[in-house]
Structure formats: C-alpha cells, structure tokens
C-alpha cells in the first residue's frame, strides 16, 4: 500500500532551548506539516498508527477527559521546522518526549506502544482549566494530557519524567491494571514516578546516585529551585510505610500520590544498588508478570523479588532489595 503522506525529518527547539529532530509528515489536505510520527510502529502492525501531537490550546480540561474535544488539528507547521508557537505549546516536547519513552519501552523491554500491541499514541498539548493555567497532566485511559503551565511551570511536556510518568500509565492500565485508588493507587503512581525518572535520568546521563536524580517535574520550574518546586522526590527516604496517610477516598483517590514514594522510593534506592538495566527489568516484569489490579505494597515487594529471581538476580543484589523495602517500611 502507498501512502498518501511521505514521511519527513522535521525539527524544532524544546522548552529548554535544545533543537532536536522530530518524526513529522505532510498533511497533503491541510497543506501543512504535522507532528505525526509514522516511523516507530511497524507498517504491518497496521496503517495510521502512529504518535501524533494535538494542538489543544485552550481548550479546557473538563473538555478532554474521556471525550474527544471537537474541532482540534495536530500541531501543524508550514514547514518541516517547528517555530516558536509549537515550542511555547509543549508540542516539541510532548512529541520529542513521546518517542524517547515508546523507545525505551520498546528497546528496553521489547514493548511495543502502551499497549504491546501498538496502538496509537495520542498526545494533547495546551490545555487549560476553564480560561486558568492548569499545572497538571494526566492519561484518561486512552490519551496524554499536558496542561499549558502558569509562571512557575512550564508547559507540563516539558517534564520528560512527566511524559514517561503519563505513557506508564497507559502501560500499567494495559498490564497489571492497578486500581487507581488507595495502596494499589499508590502502586500505580510509585510505578508511573520510577519508569518516568528511569527514562528522564538515562535521556539526560544522569546517574541514579545523584541526590536530584529522583526529582519529579524538576524540569518544569521557571524560577524556583528545583527542589523546592518539584512535585515529588523518590529520593525522599523519609517517607516510609510508617509515614502511611490513609485519607478519605474523595481526597487524591485515597492518598495515590501521597504514599507513592513509599514504594518508589524503594525501587529508587534499589536501582542504584542493582545497576538501571537491571532494576528496571525487574521492576518492569513484576509489572508485567506478576502485579494484579487490587495488589499494595506487600504483594508489590513480593513481586518484585519473584521477577528478580526470574532474572537471575544475585545474593547480593536480592539482599539490596530487601535492605531497600525493609528501611521504607514495606515488610511482609
Ligand atoms: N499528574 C497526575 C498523575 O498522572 C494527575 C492525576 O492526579 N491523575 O498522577
Ligand atoms: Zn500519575
């Protein structure tokens, strides 16, 4: 089959001044060139599969969970060279960003897409919140949102760590399905948190030793300094099961982002023990083989040390993770 659209090399600049290329096409019907990357998902996998990245400029939130907002186009450009529009909208970076995680999944861990099966990868940019920015983004269980940011943030994109945090869930939704409430919540944001800054560390060289290294959104702030503006730190070994916070349901799904650093901040001190190859394929085969939708933290540990046996894992290796969920507090 010939496809209408030619593939093209495009570039553009991130949020933080880098040019990098982008996978783009030419929309022949809109006579424009368009964030669509037709290059990562196999042609036999299916035409018009593709990453694509949405101009969703002020359209706002409410209009973009679990429905399709009417009207909006991918990011478009009348050349191959995305301009200041589409960096200043996150686009660059949602759809730079999207191809480093589908990558990272698909070469670390021979994924291919959220699904494994390589369904198309949609990423909506420059959301608002009812005419206010809106400093958040999430995955509604079918799509990337990235809100637009305020002063103190950049447009939500701009967070490799948050890309990846996104896509896991779309992942993790695909796998173990962990419900998104209480400690099977918290599991599913500790998950989302350690692939999203096991992506951002290796795209930047950044060791897992680093005591930054573990910063969410640090990528975000505008003036503040990253630790005081990042939204979460697994290197934050306070925060251990003692530290639990059991809140109503009606606040954050029972705590999901309250108690995630429990449990990430295990995997987080194990992956510097463990090396990031192997860590991460421990942590991504216990999601993949062995977590079920209600688990919490017991069953999360427990699953962890069956895929690092699975893989081979030494005495050493099992006992630094077992020394990690041990000094957070997640002890069977
Ligand atoms: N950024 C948040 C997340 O993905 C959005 C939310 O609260 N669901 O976890
Ligand atoms: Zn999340």
Not at 55 to 77: H, N
Not at 154 to 179: F, I, Q
Not at 279 to 288: E, F, G, N, T
Request: aromatic share 8%.
């Amino acid at each position: 089959r010939v496809r209408a659209e030619p593939r093209e090399r495009g570039s553009g600049v991130k949020l933080d001044g880098e040019s990098v290329a982008l996978d783009v096409e030419r929309d022949t019907w809109r006579g424009q060139y368009v964030l669509r990357d037709t290059t990562r998902i196999p042609d036999d996998e299916g035409w018009g599969r593709t990453l694509s990245t949405w101009d969703a400029r002020d359209t706002s939130v409410g209009e973009v969970i679990g429905q399709w907002p009417p009207g909006i186009q991918e990011f478009g450009s009348p050349t191959t060279a995305f301009g200041k529009d589409a960096t200043d909208a996150g686009a660059v970076d949602a759809h730079w960003g999207g191809a480093r995680v589908f990558d990272y999944f698909k070469d670390k861990h021979g994924r291919v897409s959220l699904d494994g099966h390589g369904m198309t990868v949609n990423s909506l940019v420059g959301v608002v919140n009812g005419g206010h920015p809106y400093v958040n983004a999430f995955w509604d269980g079918e799509k990337m949102v990235y809100g637009n940011g305020d002063e103190e943030y950049r447009p939500l994109s701009a967070g490799l760590d948050v890309v990846g945090h996104e896509m896991t869930h779309g992942v993790v939704e695909h796998t173990a399905a962990l419900v998104y409430a209480g400690q099977s919540g918290a599991l599913n944001e500790a998950i989302a948190d350690y692939f999203g800054n096991a992506i951002e560390t290796g795209a930047y060289g950044v060791p897992t030793a680093d005591p930054d290294s573990g910063l969410v959104g640090d990528r975000l702030c505008r003036t503040r300094s990253p630790r005081d503006c990042a939204f979460r730190d697994l290197n934050d070994g306070r925060n251990t099961a003692k530290h639990f916070l059991g809140v109503g349901f009606g606040t954050d799904n029972g705590g999901v982002h309250l108690n995630s650093t429990i449990f990430a901040g295990a995997l987080w001190d194990a992956r510097e023990d463990l090396g990031d190859t192997l860590a991460d394929k421990i942590v991504y085969r216990a999601l993949a083989q062995y977590l079920t939708p209600l688990d919490g933290f017991i069953e999360g540990r427990a699953a962890v040390l069956a895929a690092a046996g699975d893989l081979n894992a030494d005495a050493g290796q099992l006992k630094a993770l077992h020394r990690a969920f041990n000094a957070h507090g997640i002890v069977p």
